[in-house]
């Protein structure tokens, strides 16, 4: 089940929820972070990570699916968020140079039709910065985060499904090292917590951060056609036909 926008919102408006987001946040910048001179496409829920990372909106937007809902992005300024099918992204073939993934591969009915959608609208050697909530990990058994809903995945599961849809992953790393409990002492613990989980066992951490390449060189594989009995035709002999005049002939010499 998809989670909807106003609960994204009112989490990551937590003390839990600033945490969470800033461990996404730290993920990305180690691999590179968000550069704001390039054409970049957020789809999901990539708000907090696209106000603490871009200097300038200008060239950003963010696709929301339909059944999540939208909220207006970025405030105080002309909006630049849409409502929009995951798997049908209404942008034009290699428009976009990065596209950051939060809160979709997890509740989509088709992971691979929407990577799929992605590799489409990025242009050659784009980037794919994906979030997604791991199988091994703790938050994912906590409905009260947004990482509790919908289907996680391990690193493996990751890694087949983008080398599927053309998409070679170049950087793995882990965030949500922590655990994802309201307790007030505990939060204050949190950042500590993530530093030293994040180095003895990010195997067990809340979410993946993978980056990926869009690749050209593997093409499309096509539906192998089954081949056909075409019927040929039988040469038979057929006798010549022959003139009534030469019947004639035939019987007047009889």
Known sequence: MSV????????????????AAASIIAAVRRN???PS???????????????????????????????????????????????????????????????????????????????????RVLVPEGKLILIATNRRGLWTRFEHTPFGNGRPFSR????????????TPSQW???????????AWLLKLNPFIERIAGRVWPIFCGAHMVVATKRL??????????????????LAPQGARISQDARKADGGSA
């Open 4 to 19: 909807d926008v106003v609960d994204l919102r009112e989490f990551y408006a937590t003390p839990l929820g600033r945490q």
């Open 32 to 34: 590179g972070g968000l």
């Open 37 to 119: 001179d390039i054409d970049i496409m957020g789809l999901g829920y990539p708000v907090p990570l696209f106000n603490a990372l871009l200097d300038s909106k200008d060239r950003a937007i963010v696709l929301m699916p339909s059944r999540q809902g939208a909220v207006q992005w970025p405030l105080g300024a002309a909006c630049r968020t849409a409502l929009a099918e995951d798997d049908e992204l209404p942008l034009a073939t290699g428009s976009v140079q990065c596209v950051v993934v939060v809160h979709v591969l997890e509740n989509t009915f088709d992971p691979i039709h929407v990577l799929d959608e992605i590799w």
């Open 156 to 167: 493996g599961q990751l890694a087949t499904l983008l080398r599927k849809t053309k998409l």
């Open 173 to 183: 790393d882990s965030c949500l090292n922590f655990p994802p409990l309201r307790i």
């Open 217 to 234: 060189y593997q093409g499309i594989p096509a539906r192998a056609r089954k081949a056909r009995k075409v019927p040929v035709p039988v």
